[in-house]
């Protein structure tokens, strides 16, 4: 029997500081090193983890890297999404940490949804024409082999950041960014409208890439796991699943991906605290054969703070406004 532990767990903007600037990094690694060893991962998806440079040496997850040192994770190696010309994105990379071999693994960025193009109506100076609504973030898969004793029996893991619902500028409308003054209530709502176009866009890909995946093995064993922000009756999670109650479609029904929060019980199913309320933003959705394995999930959210109160701020509450997920499942 092999039992594989899977988490996720949004770090958030997990970085080195400058010096003199509160948190530190040590300060943030002191609180946050007990959270990684209590996952027990074999499998971790990272997201929010910045890189880090130093001369002649290409950037990378220095950081994280200090982070997971004497825990389990410990020198695992790392799978992440990467710009064109360079090894790590300076901000909010997706990471997969694992000792299990990692067969391939691919990012897709607008590979299987085309950029939307919309006319912005409250942009000033007016738009021209149609702009690109492109996502900000790639999504990350890797196909690793849960049993080296027995090849092939593959596990493809997908872990994403989804656009938050913060709104994307619009020109000429944000008097203050830092604060989130807008000039006009239309101009807020249309930059929420491209935010959700953005994280549906990103669905849709998720989605596309499942398909894909089932086309060309109806048996394939897939995980989409990350930070959605959104929760799970939301249109994002929602079309990530493609439930049969939406398809309407019985025949669809091996292609669900199955949210093992569900077995949670529902006062404690939550990742973030926002305004007095929890919300389950951060998700693990499975193919309906991994539930044959399935064992019971954890959210390690004891600690979490509200994260919109005036007085939380990362100074206050270094450790990360997410609360970590983690799946078990045992392979005969």
């Known amino acids: 029997m092999t039992q594989i532990r899977i988490a996720t767990f949004n770090l958030e903007n997990f970085d080195e500081t400058a010096a003199g600037a509160r948190p530190s990094l040590a300060e943030r690694i002191t609180l946050m090193k007990p959270q990684i060893t209590r996952l027990r991962a074999d499998i971790a998806c990272f997201q929010e ?10 950037r990378a997850l220095l950081a994280l890297k200090e982070l997971l040192t004497g825990t389990n994770l410990d020198g695992a190696p790392m799978v992440s999404t990467k710009p064109e010309t360079d090894a790590v994105f300076d901000m909010r990379n997706l990471v997969i940490a694992t000792h299990l071999p990692v067969i391939k693994h691919q990012q897709l960025k607008n590979d299987l949804v085309a950029e939307p193009r919309y006319q912005r109506l409250t942009a000033t100076p007016p738009d021209a ?19 080296h004793a027995e090849p092939g029996r593959l596990l493809h893991v997908i872990t994403v950041h989804l656009k938050s619902k913060l709104p994307t500028d619009i020109p000429g409308q944000v008097i203050d960014s830092q604060k989130g003054i807008w000039r006009t209530a239309d101009s807020r709502a249309e930059g929420s409208f491209l935010s959700s176009m953005k994280r549906m866009s990103q669905a849709l890909e998720v989605r ?6 089932l086309d060309d093995d109806p048996d394939a064993r897939i995980i989409v796991t990350g930070d959605f922000n959104a929760e799970p009756e939301e249109v994002p999670v929602l079309a990530i699943c ?5 398809t309407n479609n019985g025949d669809l029904a091996s292609r669900v991906l199955v949210p093992v929060e569900h077995t949670i019980p529902n006062e404690a199913r939550y990742t973030l605290f926002h305004h007095g309320r929890g919300e389950m933003i951060d998700h693990m959705l499975v193919t309906r054969n991994l539930l044959a394995h399935y064992r019971g999930s954890e959210i390690h959210n004891e600690i979490l703070h509200d994260d919109s109160i005036a007085f939380a701020t990362d100074i206050k509450y270094p450790e990360s406004d997410h609360a970590p997920v983690v799946a078990t499942f045992d392979f005969a």
């Open 242 to 246: 493609g439930n049969v109650e939406d």
């Open 129 to 147: 024409g149609p702009v690109s609504i492109g996502v900000e973030r790639p999504i990350l898969h890797a196909q690793i082999d849960i049993d």
């Open 49 to 58: 983890v910045h890189g880090q440079e130093r001369p002649g040496q290409p």
């Open 208 to 213: 596309r890439l499942v398909d894909q995946i």
